[in-house]
């Protein structure tokens, strides 16, 4: 895959087209921002000094509108002030593990300007009082994390810095990028999630309050530091603005990590990543927990919360995967249920026994033929799985399954009364791990 911006085509040195932001200095450079590179290019972070200037700092981030990039869209200024105003001492988690395999946003931001990311974690720990922040990459990345580990070493010995920054190597699995598990594996060893209440704002690393923000909310944070909320908002829309990195994958000739302003449609986004290979039936928004919808309607939905939200999607991690129209979806479908099943925590009975039932029902569906009693359980299967699981993995994992029902219902009919279509035989399009599980690997 390729790091693109809008309107750029290669790796090398290019014009920062309008809006870019995050990865405007690989695109003046073509290289990464070393710590000098960076301080030339924007000067020190500017850490609020006086309760007054933390004060401004949490009120440019709400009146910026900055919502979190890792999946929830939360309001960012909210959880900052939440959790400055909690009692004890703050503690800082900034979430590098991107579980998703349809995702690249995070590996490449932290690659291209991991400064700008320890800039916003500065930030975020001034603001809410914290005196540790801890960085949590996957074991998968062991260069990216030295290379950040001597990132941040750096910047304290150039006293740049006045919050020590810890970088940590967790277990690589669906659910170990999940806040809770963030908390879980700091504290005790283990990359589990855990049940709420308690969240981890309220009681989290060593039982205190504890903000966890992706690394791209920080970036896009310590930008707002610098140039204020009236900047930001001079891209996206007005309910969603700002810009935010987008994966695009699949059937489309140009795959990669993309800067676009929010509120861009679907269908831009695919043309900036080159057009489709094949003609397209199907994208799937917001990753393998997302949403399926047809091409129709999703190029014209824009890539934004609300936008996706009327869709009855989301965007998630920022993922759009196109699905050719020749591919079978239920098949697609199938593959990654397989692996959501197998990689859950298996703490509680939706993912110990509810999801590995829908995904050999659905299975079954895509390979083997599904009578209609099978199909009528299903459906119930799926039904009964959100709301019931210690965390959101069952969830997601319904939301996938119940959309690809809705947007492939051509093959719904096909296999259900001819059994699999020759295309559900064929090596998938879409990229879905085939490594052990957390059964195998461990969660230590």
């Known amino acids: 895959m390729t790091l693109q911006s809008e309107a750029s085509a290669t790796h090398s040195a290019a014009p920062q087209p309008p809006g870019g932001r995050l990865l405007s200095g690989w695109f003046a450079t073509g290289v990464p921002a070393d710590l000098d590179q960076h301080l030339l290019r924007y000067g020190p972070a500017p850490l609020p000094g006086s309760k007054e200037t933390v004060t401004a700092l949490i009120t440019a981030a709400e009146e910026a509108g900055l919502t979190g990039r890792g999946g929830a869209s939360f309001p960012t200024g909210r959880k900052l002030r939440t959790v400055a105003r909690a009692r004890g001492t703050a503690v800082v988690v900034a979430n590098g593990m991107e579980s998703e395999p349809a995702s690249l946003k995070d590996e490449v931001l932290l690659h291209v300007a991991p400064h700008l990311v320890l800039d916003g974690a500065q930030l975020a720990a001034a603001a809410v009082g914290a005196d540790v922040i801890h960085l949590c990459l996957p074991r998968t990345r062991a260069a990216q994390r030295s290379t950040l580990a001597l990132a941040a070493a750096e910047r304290r010995r150039e006293h740049l810095d006045r919050i020590p920054v810890q970088v940590h190597a967790l277990p690589h699995h669906y659910v170990s990028s999940e806040e809770t598990s963030l908390v879980n594996w700091i504290n005790t060893g283990n990359a589990r999630p855990l049940a709420t209440p308690p969240r981890p ?15 791209e909310t920080l970036a896009h944070l310590a930008l707002i530091a610098r140039y204020g909320a009236a900047w930001f908002r001079t891209a996206g829309t007005p309910d969603a603005p700002g810009t935010v990195l987008v994966t695009a994958s699949g059937a489309v000739h140009t795959p990669g990590v993309y800067e676009m302003p929010l509120g861009t449609p679907v269908g831009r986004i695919l043309d900036t990543a080159g057009g489709a290979i094949a003609p397209i039936g199907a994208v799937l928004v917001g990753g393998f927990f997302g949403s399926w919808l047809p091409i129709e309607q999703a190029v014209r939905t824009a890539f934004s919360k609300s936008g ?17 129209h020749a591919a079978c979806g239920l098949a697609e479908t199938a593959r990654i249920l397989g692996y959501l099943a197998a990689q859950s925590a298996r703490q509680c009975g939706p993912c110990q026994f509810g999801l590995p039932a829908v995904a050999e029902d659905f299975a079954q569906l895509a390979w ?5 009693t099978g199909f009528d359980r299903l459906h119930r299967r799926i039904g009964l799985l959100p709301g019931r699981g210690a965390c959101r993995h069952p969830d997601g994992a319904a939301r996938l399954a119940a959309t690809a029902l809705q947007t492939f219902t051509d093959d719904v009919r096909q296999h259900f009364h001819r059994g ?6 064929t090596h998938g399009t879409l ?3 085939t490594a052990p599980g957390p059964l195998q690997e461990g969660w230590q």
């Open 308 to 324: 996706l939200a009327a869709a009855g999607a989301g965007p998630g991690a920022g993922v759009i995967a196109a699905l050719p």
């Open 420 to 425: 699999p279509c020759p295309a559900a035989g």
């Open 368 to 372: 083997g033929g599904l009578d209609r």
């Open 201 to 215: 704002f309220e009681k989290g690393v060593e039982g205190r309050p504890t903000l966890i923000d992706n690394v």
């Open 431 to 433: 990229t879905v791990p």
